[in-house]
């Protein structure tokens, strides 16, 4: 700089002093966004407008969940928040709720009149002492779906009303060489939770005690069936190999009956993804016909330094042109009331009245039991070694309660 500029520089800063002027230098805020793949938003024009609008920068993380977990983990025992914003889905209740980890929103929720929590459904599964930890971004109960003209076309006309029937149907689908393995499940806890719920056991008790391992109990019948599915390979035996998931092989047109979720059908009948569209329909659970949920929700970490700007993100995030793009992109549910009831009216949701029905017929697992985290992947390992090794469903059932009750019993 000159002699001259740094003269004048130096006489505008002494006038803005005497006229009692503080000069201030704008600094860009940044905010973190921890999410899995699918809970980035899927419309990057739509999260720069809001950028733009904001006058910050929301900088999106995606991880997969068990990284997600252990990043939380991780920054927790350091004392630092793992991000600003935070995704909450599948185990996070016991990973990340439960342990602290995230902030109370009852304050920034009574602040902000713009937000009607009544237009959300599952705002009580975020919610624990009466603090609300997330604020729900798409509903999602456990489902299953099939390619009705596969079904069809083996001779059935109505999808099984039992578990039996299913592996009945699949006996007689691969027989007349319509699809070779034509169960989609994979080798892990949801699929047997998924068996044992339906069937009618309540898998816990009031005092959390594991009533599945009690003798002659629908969850011992469950995993045995379950098993004999891989052991005959109606079940591929890719998903042994752990390089696919039931879905990518549904999808990729393998099987006839799949466990998806709630807006999977979206999914499998959009002919850019899916082999098995347009044929795709929801199923009501076999027999007594329980799921349990499984929404999606977004919430501040605790301790973020930048809790305003994460939660005008997060109003941002849970607005209707967010959660129709969710919807369109991967048929994830819309949590907001209003929302659902719109795409609904437009003729968007396909099977909207097997959800319906299905939503009645909910058995919630203990989600926020602290040690239900490590119990869930307790069990995927058994159930994955098991149908690799031909263990019998009882050692595997007996294994898992000694395991329930060990945790339980460390973590209480």
Do not use: C
Not at 87 to 112: H, K, R, Y
Not at 130 to 142: H, M, S
Not at 164 to 190: F, H, K, S, T, Y
Not at 213 to 228: N, V
């Amino acid at each position: 700089m000159s002699r001259r500029l740094l003269r004048i520089s130096l006489l505008l800063a002494l006038l803005a002093l005497a006229l009692g002027a503080v000069p201030t230098f704008a600094q860009a805020t940044t905010i973190t966004f921890l999410t899995p793949p699918w809970g980035a938003p899927p419309n990057p024009e739509a999260l720069a407008a809001f950028q733009e609008e904001a006058g910050f920068t929301v900088e999106v993380q995606s991880v997969q969940m068990a990284d997600l977990f252990s990043r939380v983990q991780v920054a927790a025992a350091s004392g630092q928040p793992a991000a600003d914003v935070i995704f909450l889905t599948e185990e996070a209740p016991s990973n990340i709720v439960a342990t602290g980890n995230m902030m109370a929103l009852n304050d920034l929720i009574a602040a902000t009149a713009e937000l009607d929590l009544s237009d959300f459904s599952k705002v009580d599964f975020w919610t624990q002492d009466d603090q609300v930890y997330g604020i729900p971004t798409y509903l999602q109960l456990v489902m299953m779906d099939y390619n009705a003209a596969k079904l069809a076309e083996a001779g059935f006309d109505a999808p099984p009303a039992t578990w039996a029937e299913m592996r009945d149907m699949a006996v007689a689908i691969r027989e007349q060489g319509i699809d070779e393995n034509p169960i989609a499940l994979g080798a892990i806890d949801w699929s047997w939770y998924l068996m044992a719920l339906s069937m009618g056991d309540p898998m816990f008790d009031a005092d959390l005690n594991p009533v599945f391992a009690d003798e002659g109990s629908k969850g011992r019948e469950a995993m045995a069936l379950l098993l004999s599915l891989f052991a005959d390979e109606l079940i591929s035996p890719e998903m042994l190999a752990g390089s696919i998931n039931q879905h990518a092989l549904f999808w990729g047109g393998t099987g006839v009956f799949h466990q998806g979720w709630q807006g999977s059908v979206q999914v499998g009948n959009n002919p850019d993804v899916s082999q098995q569209a347009p044929d795709v329909a929801y199923m009501l659970l076999p027999e007594v016909g329980n799921t349990w949920s499984f929404p999606a929700g977004i919430g501040i970490a605790a301790g973020s330094p930048n809790a305003e700007q994460a939660w005008q993100f997060i109003q941002w995030y849970v607005g209707e042109e967010n959660q129709r793009a969710i919807y369109e992109a991967v048929g994830l549910y819309p949590s907001r009331v209003s929302v659902a009831a719109a795409l609904s009216e437009e003729g968007l949701i396909a099977g909207n009245d097997v959800i319906t029905a299905q939503s009645e017929l909910v058995n919630e697992l203990p989600r926020y039991a602290l040690w239900w985290g490590p119990f869930t992947n307790v069990v995927s390992e058994a159930v994955l070694e098991a149908a690799q090794t031909g263990t019998s469903a009882d050692d595997v059932i007996d294994m898992l309660a000694e395991e329930w009750n060990a945790l339980k019993e460390e973590y209480q």
